[in-house]
């Protein structure tokens, strides 16, 4: 007898219905959101069911390998032992939750600003921006390019899990970074994949990015700021980097606040004041509070980021790095099965076969390195350094004779 199977057959009636009451949803919103009828795919294999585009895409980024390793990958403090600090699956849940909240107000699609958000950060690697410049500098010396976490972000969704996502989603995900221009964004609608494809090649090269294309990529961009800025002063405070009687600069607490829910109600508040969704289509701060924010900014970069007592290890990371990166490369260069870049990334059974085809050597050790969190590439590191133990005796050759 044949078992019956147990992927449930799809109501039509049901589906449509549904589909029906999202499509009203999506009528109400602002005459420049981006709705699911907007959404484009490079493949097109994603069978119909009754999520919106990218709703789907949201549940596609959570499922990725990827997507799961944000639980052990930092923030700032990466060499600091306290529970309560920010780790980036924190911080990416605080931007899809400020952006979507923004979102509501403005009118714009919620379903596409979480998307973003859940996948903004997922090319982040081991210890934080300075690790990312431990990569590019490596990557450069391989001549494979500079390394950029956004555009590895894209890689890891487009290419090496390759989920099908729309267009709007990876877009969002390339250009939530960078803040020199954040005072006022304009979305700039794209023409298609290949000028996509430029876009993210533009990334690479390390040229600027331009605008998101959706003004839901617009507002992640601001809440990504907005998540990180007041909560890295209140990890700075529970480690002691920053005593507890000490003050933020005065203009900043002035204008947006001294803790960090001061800090978040006032950017938020600001931005809802400024931004226009309805005709003009743009995202914006008022000048007073980007002024104090520049000014936070500045402290941050001062008192935290670069304080002593963080970067004191640097030169330890670099050379973890080096000499990780080079450990790898000669795994793939003796085939070496029995490497863990080979167990665990190129024969994992997670990476596409289309990615696998067509990328280099030292590319596969790059996009392998950059999905470790901080714990694995400790261990990876250590197995490169340390001499392996063996339990039980040796035979020897006069033993055998």
């Known amino acids: 007898m044949k078992k019956p199977s147990r992927t449930r057959v799809p109501d039509t009636g049901l589906t449509s219905s549904i589909k029906a009451m999202s499509q009203k ?48 990958k930092t923030q700032v403090f990466f060499f600091v032992e306290n529970d309560h600090i920010t780790h980036r699956v924190i911080h990416v849940q605080l931007v899809s939750k400020i952006a979507r909240t923004i979102g509501r107000c403005l009118r714009l699609n919620e379903d596409l600003i979480e998307a973003i958000a859940l996948g903004h ?13 431990c990569l590019s500098e490596i990557c450069g010396q391989h001549g494979i390019g500079k390394f950029f976490h956004n555009v590895q972000s894209v890689r890891f969704l487009d290419q090496i899990e390759d989920c099908d996502l729309t267009m709007q989603v990876l877009d969002g995900v390339l250009c939530h970074n960078g803040e020199a221009d954040d005072v006022r964004i304009r979305a700039e609608p794209g023409t298609g994949w290949l000028a996509f494809d430029k876009k993210v090649q533009d990334n690479a090269d390390g040229r600027r990015s331009r605008s998101p294309m959706t ?14 800025i007041g909560r890295d002063l209140q990890d700075a405070r529970e480690v002691g980097l920053i005593g507890a009687g000490e003050e933020i600069p005065e203009r900043s607490k002035e204008v947006l606040g001294g803790t960090n829910r001061e800090i978040i109600n006032t950017l938020i508040y600001d931005l809802l004041e400024n931004s226009e969704t309805e005709n003009e289509g743009y995202i914006s ?10 000014a936070l900014r500045t402290y941050s ?30 795994d793939i260069e003796r085939d070496d099965k029995s490497a863990r870049i080979f167990t665990d990334f190129i024969a994992s059974g997670w990476t596409s076969s289309r990615y696998l085809a067509s990328a280099t050597p030292a590319e596969l050790v790059r996009d392998f390195t950059a999905g470790m969190t ?25 033993e055998r004779t």
Do not use: W
């Open 121 to 133: 950060d997922i090319g982040h690697i081991p210890y934080g921006h300075f690790g990312e410049s």
């Open 285 to 294: 701060y008022s000048r007073d509070v980007e002024s104090a924010l520049i």
């Open 374 to 398: 901080d714990r694995y590439f400790a261990k990876r590191y250590e197995e490169c350094v340390i001499p392996r133990r063996t339990e039980g005796k040796f035979c020897s050759q006069l």
């Open 215 to 228: 003004l839901e990529g617009c507002v992640v961009k601001f809440a990504d700021t907005i998540a990180y």
């Open 301 to 330: 970069r001062e008192r935290i980021y670069d304080n002593p007592v963080l970067t004191a290890e640097r030169g330890k990371i670099r050379r973890m790095y080096s000499t990780l990166f080079l450990s790898c490369l000669e």
């Open 25 to 72: 949803r999506e009528s109400l919103l602002s005459p420049l959101a981006t709705t699911g009828a907007d959404a484009v795919r490079r493949h097109n294999r994603t069978p119909d069911d009754i999520r919106t585009p990218y709703s789907r895409d949201a549940d596609r980024i959570i499922h990725t390998r990827a997507y799961t390793r944000y639980i052990d």
